[in-house]
């Protein structure tokens, strides 16, 4: 069997340094939203984590991630990946502190029912919790 190649739109943080860089701004965003409580050992959950750098990077910095994706990608060491759906995902109610996404909003991209989507991830978020959401500008 081939390595399977992995298209950019399909995974959008592909290294080590993109991962670190997104989660930067994550933590910019959230200090300047006057929630650092939300960084206090928080739990992440990656929709949409493509190969799982995203989640990899998190882990190994000590932070509990979790990478969620439709397709399987096959194992990432330190990644913590699902297979499942964004639409039904396979946790419990108020599972994690932060859910943070790239490009899956992004309608140019994907074609979401986002009435059905949006309600799973508020299912997930924690009371509290904060939605990150990474999107182009078109």
Not at 34 to 63: H, M
Request: aromatic share 10%; net charge negative.
């Amino acid at each position: 069997m081939g390595e399977q190649k992995i298209s950019y739109w399909e995974n959008l943080t592909e290294d080590p340094r993109e991962a670190q860089w997104m989660w930067e701004d994550v933590i910019t965003a959230i200090n300047k939203s006057g929630r650092k409580d939300t960084l206090l050992n928080p739990a992440v959950l990656d929709v949409g984590g493509g190969a799982g750098e995203f989640s990899k990077y998190l882990n190994k910095q000590g932070i509990k991630c979790i990478s969620l994706d439709f397709h399987d990608w096959g194992s990432n060491s330190d990644a913590n990946q699902i297979r499942g759906n964004a639409y039904q995902m396979p946790f419990a109610d108020q599972s994690f502190d932060i859910v943070h996404t790239r490009g899956m909003f992004d309608d140019a991209m994907y074609r979401q029912n986002f009435t059905e989507l949006l309600p799973e991830v508020a299912r997930v978020l924690k009371a509290g919790g904060i939605l990150s959401i990474h999107d182009f500008k078109h």
